[in-house]
Nanobody, 119 residues
Framework: QVLLVESGGGLVQPGGSLRLSCVASGISFSVGHMGWYRQSPGKERELVARIYSGGSSEIADSVKGRFAISSDNAVNTVFLQMNSLKPEDTADYYC?????????????WGQGTQVTVSS
């Protein structure tokens, strides 16, 4: 059974930093890839960053230069370091695991962690 548990969200002032963590169980980091998505009220869920088994990563243009994704495969954990936070970064942040099964992508989601950027 795949289980993704996020933590690290909270209230932070503009310009501040937060580090989100996602502990995964029931998966193999060597198969598939991990991602962070976010969704704010009235908007669609959007990709923030993803990291592949080889260590390469992608960052959305909207957060490039401010956010970074990393992983610690030894403890099956993916991190999202968020710096220089802006009010528009306020959203629920979701960890995801993507695996290709039978030629189709299957996606597992965590329960989400809320990030609020406000003074």
């Amino acid at each position: 059974q795949v289980l993704l548990v996020e933590s690290g969200g909270g209230l932070v002032q503009p310009g501040g930093s937060l580090r989100l963590s996602c502990v995964a169980s029931g998966i193999s980091f060597s198969v598939g890839h991990m991602g962070w998505y976010r969704q704010s009220p009235g908007k669609e869920r959007e990709l923030v960053a993803r990291i592949y088994s080889g260590g390469s990563s992608e960052i959305a243009d909207s957060v490039k230069g401010r956010f970074a994704i990393s992983s610690d495969n030894a403890v099956n954990t993916v991190f999202l370091q968020m710096n220089s936070l802006k009010p528009e970064d306020t959203a629920d942040y979701y960890c995801s695991y993507h695996i290709l099964i039978g030629g189709r992508w299957t996606v597992y989601w965590g329960q989400g962690t809320q990030v609020t950027v406000s003074s």
